[in-house]
């Protein structure tokens, strides 16, 4: 169950896949021989939690285990390899003045007779090959203020005290930078010059890794105000571009979904499609990280409309150009932080699937995965159309025995 759970909230594997268009290609045989092509939906990344902050946590960063407990982590990240996961974002790497890493600009929250739970992720994501997206959070707590002068250069001082430690290290991927702003009803001036002073230092430290943020807030923007592309153009002013925008979606508030379902302007295809073509010119990979869809009721009828607004969003997100992935907020009714609503879980409270569960269960492994069984010419070779994404191609070749590869359609 807990690896089902996992598929569905980082439904981004597909989009990593590049599984979001068709393509047509040709796949060399050895024989003439019937070949089935089956698409494989591995999860490939997940965000981690060190610290403990708030109520949400009490699920995916339980008050009873120790946390800091390289042991743990050890654990835990070659679960994730066994699960197919190849990225990892570290939410934080300090909380409330203490650090989960051996910092020398202040104390440590763990054992100093141990290995710091960074370094344990580190060292196992290398072990296993997979890559990290550093945190440069946080200075203060979950709500840094990176209006406070303070703020931002701690931030920025953290991020120098970690490229020293672990800039050379085979798992360091690129950055994480916090920085939660909203883009209702256009992307904040601090926050445009927050991103660029950490994205200017993350180059100067760190030229080949990669940068990602992830504002909020989009089905607040207006997309009509001229501001709105000026302050997505400034993101990449001074050569501080990013290389991945991650966006949040939110509709917490369960009559927002009925007036969906009764039609009204909100989230409508052409909305979605303006919000995306104001991020085209970027040409950056939209990683959808944050996602609320609500059943505005607990019966039958809210059900279903959760359902059914998933099912379109999602077929519609999926058909974006620059989609990579998509990130579902709370798995499970009422697990969410005071004020979230409480029924906008793919599973109810007792763990049983809802029809929001069952309308991406059939998108991914049904509607977005390719089988079929076809022949191969006389040359041996295969031709067919499918989405883009990892294939197993299992075919019988000349003397009778079933032979088996994977390929990837790009």
Not at 53 to 59: A, F, G, I, L
Not at 137 to 153: C, E, H, S, T, V
């Amino acid at each position: 169950m807990y690896r089902r759970i996992c598929s569905l909230l980082l439904l981004s594997t597909a989009f990593a896949a590049g599984c979001r268009s068709t393509d047509t290609t040709a796949v060399s045989t050895y024989a003439e021989a019937a070949v089935l092509c089956e698409k494989v939906l591995p999860v490939t990344g997940t965000f981690l939690n060190l610290a403990y902050q708030d109520v949400r946590n009490k699920y995916t960063n339980p008050l009873g285990p120790d946390n800091t407990d390289p042991a743990l982590w050890r654990a835990k990240v070659s679960e994730m390899k066994k699960m197919g996961m190849e990225y990892l974002v570290l939410m934080a790497v300090a909380n409330e003045g203490q650090s989960y890493y051996p910092s020398k600009l202040m104390p440590w929250v763990y054992n100093p007779a141990l290995k710091s739970p960074v370094d344990a992720i580190m060292d196992a994501a290398a072990e296993h090959g997979m890559k990290v997206f550093m945190s440069t959070g946080w200075a203060k707590d979950q709500d840094d203020n990176l209006r406070d002068p303070k703020i931002k250069g701690r931030q920025i001082e953290m991020m120098t005290e970690l490229a020293e430690i672990y800039g050379g290290h085979p798992a360091l991927y690129g950055w994480y930078l916090p920085v939660e702003d909203c883009f209702g009803p256009v992307l904040t001036d601090y926050a445009v010059e927050a991103v660029n002073a950490l994205t200017a230092r993350a180059r100067e430290l760190t030229p080949h890794a990669k940068i990602m943020i992830s504002p909020y807030g989009i089905f607040n923007s207006n997309f009509d105000d001229p501001r709105y592309e000026q302050q997505i153009a400034r993101l990449i002013e001074r050569d501080c571009k990013i290389d991945i925008v991650g966006l949040q979606m939110h509709l917490f508030n369960p009559q927002s979904c009925v007036d969906i379902a009764n039609g009204a302007n909100i989230q409508t295809p052409q909305g979605v499609r303006k919000m995306i073509e104001n991020f085209k010119e970027l040409k950056l990979p939209l990683h959808l990280s944050e996602i609320t869809i609500t059943s505005p009721s607990a019966d039958d009828k809210g059900y279903m409309i959760q359902a059914i607004i998933t099912q379109n969003l999602y077929r519609l997100w999926f058909s974006m150009e620059y989609m990579m992935g998509i990130t579902w907020w709370n798995v499970v009714d009422n697990c969410g932080a005071k004020g979230e609503p409480s029924t906008s879980g793919l599973f109810f409270r007792d763990m049983r699937e809802k029809p929001v569960y069952h309308a991406m269960n059939n998108l991914i492994n049904n509607e977005w995965t390719t089988r079929l069984t076809i022949k191969a010419d006389k040359q041996g070779k295969v031709s067919f159309r499918g989405f883009k994404g990892k294939y197993r191609i299992t075919w019988t070749d000349k003397s009778g025995h079933e032979q088996s590869m994977e390929y990837n359609l790009e």
